[in-house]
């Protein structure tokens, strides 16, 4: 592209978090909100007749969302929305909706907002958090009939067409929801690249730029819009010059990923011989087809909060054991990392009464989580233990600090398991224990934790968030956020020789492990085992069948004592395209 080019249209730099390029008309995400006008209706039962339609609708609408969030996400989410029919089917409720308009001559409409919020504000004010989260259904529920009534289908499900997603930020709940074929991109106000949305793009395949500013929810709907989550750019109405080139640079990529997608089918092995085995970042039951598919060699993380996010109680013990052994089943015999519920930070979950904390991501998170819901914990393991004889299921601990804490999770573990057998349950024939290194106190005690654990998975996401003071969430500080800073670096080289020495397996789960520029330093620090977003895995394996491990050592040594962010990346960059 020339600078002419560019000159033509408008472009907005921000956050490079999902690579590949996508056009399409944008489409303005923003919660609904129907305005209500009052009517003073003479036929009122022609009101309740449309309430009927308008009830029947909304239930035809629940089941295909519940269907399609069955199919391409997990029975837990799918259930979600099971709580909204269960709202629409309450008799007293709409008792009372009806008994509105008759008492009051209105149209249905001012009826159904009248009574939805006399509901909400109750639960609303209740002590207790499961009754508060259920207001939010019932909210959903309102504006669900109040379009239906006024006629208007867009939604948070229903998009119009294959569009570019524009959004202030997107929870991953919400995106959870979203109809996948119709998303070609994602473009957000705020938010990083190790943010939960940009790890869902990631595991979408779908390009993604964040921390655009305000500036892009005033866009229309329907412009034309290139996403370039490769270089993190928005170009807005592009010339027909710039858009031919785009078109052609994706027609390539598209070719190029459907020949990697391929020879992912066979392990990725240096030209020196020696092989790294890839594995995928799941967050739900459909990911892990995708992972087989893209050449997965198992599961390095299951992000389990994930699994069971949007809901109102948490997730029972058989209900964990029918995912996980799902998921266990599907992996055909591929090793499975299950990481126990991951819970606060930027994933916060509505069937917990979590008070609000000034630092949420320095607070109660992970298993830090156990000291008030030690019952979540127990469950959890429970459920991973009895996936059943023959599985190579393994468990996986986050935010763990320190060796106090490494000794109590073994023991937990191990506890668990002598309990089941005693009770005769079926379990697994043996539970590897491995943890998360995510706090940098950890990473300095690799020594020790190596010693007590059969693997440590380094999470870079957190471990950059936490070494480098810098939040994942907030755009502002995305820039210095950056895995590749030396010290980063330094923390991940000590930790790879102390696994080493210690005889613990070590990986890399963070989103280092997915990043062209990182796999030739992670190789080259003798970490040989990479978990990454599924789409990125064919693209990983083609990197390092060109890679010698021997040209990784020396390209480790060098960047290790780089001074700077911006040599490491210089050096690498150069190094890969010279
Ligand atoms: C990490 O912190 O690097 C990680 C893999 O965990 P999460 O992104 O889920 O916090
Ligand atoms: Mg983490």
Redesign the pocket.
Known sequence: MTSSEYQQCRQIHGVAASSGMAIGPAYQLRPRETHVLRRTVVDVAAEIVRLGDARRQARAELESLQAHVLATVSAAEAGIFEAHIVFLEDPTLFDEVEATCRATNCNVEVAVEVTFDGYRDVLLESEDELFRARANDLEDIKQRLLRILGGTTAGFDLLPEPCVIFADDLLPSVAVQLDRSRILGFCLATGGP?S?VA?LARGLGLPAVMGLGDTILDLPAGVTVVVDGTNGLLVVEPSPELLQSYTTQIDRERTRRAKERIAARAPATTTDGTTVVLLA?LSSLAEAEEAVASGAEGVG?L?TELLFMDRATPPTEDEQLGLYRQIAALLDGRPLVIRTL?IG?DKPVPYLRQPPEQNPALGVRGVRLARSEPQLLRDQVRAIWRIGSGYPVKVMF?MVASLEEVYWLRGLVAEIGAELRDQGQPILDRLEVGV?V?VPALALLADHVARLVDFMSI?????TQYALAVDRTNAAVSGIGDALHPALLRLIAQVARAARAGGAAVSV???LAGNPLGIPVLAGFGIHTLSMSPPLIPAAKTAIRELSLAQARSVAEHVVDLASTHEVRAYLERWISP
């Open positions: 190790t939960h790890i970042n993380l992000r991951d930070g986050p998360m995510e999470g870079t996401n957190d471990l789960c963070g989103e």
